[in-house]
């Protein structure tokens, strides 16, 4: 199963964890995997390229971390639009797919 948990500070999304195998079908044939993927790393790169804050990343065999430093409209857009449809994936795929949300205050 994959675990992907964020972490909130005033309510703003700044940390993001994915970890684990979803387990779904043989790699390279894992969809729940592939679009896990495609939404976290779609984030980072619409952290960086379109709201233009900085993000710290680490990324290792079935992990990504990422974090930013400074929120905004657009970072929040971003963050929360990855986290809904990670939830809608996690609904059809519950035994492969969990999210955590955390708030930090």
Do not use: W
């Not at 387990?23 to 969809?31: F, L, N, V």
């Not at 639009?81 to 795929?93: A, F, G, H, N, P």
């Amino acid at each position: 199963m994959t675990t992907v948990t964020v972490t909130r500070k005033s309510g703003h999304i700044y940390k993001v964890k994915a970890s684990g195998h979803s387990g779904y079908a043989a790699e390279g044939s894992d969809i729940v995997c592939a679009a896990i993927s495609a939404l976290t790393q779609g984030a980072v790169l619409g952290l960086k390229k379109v709201a233009a804050v900085k993000v710290t990343e680490s990324e290792s065999e079935g992990k990504l971390e990422f974090e930013i430093s400074e929120y905004n409209d657009a970072t929040d857009a971003i963050l929360e639009t990855m986290l809904l449809s990670l939830k809608d994936i996690s609904e059809s795929y519950p035994r492969h797919l969990k999210t955590e949300d955390i708030k930090n205050d």
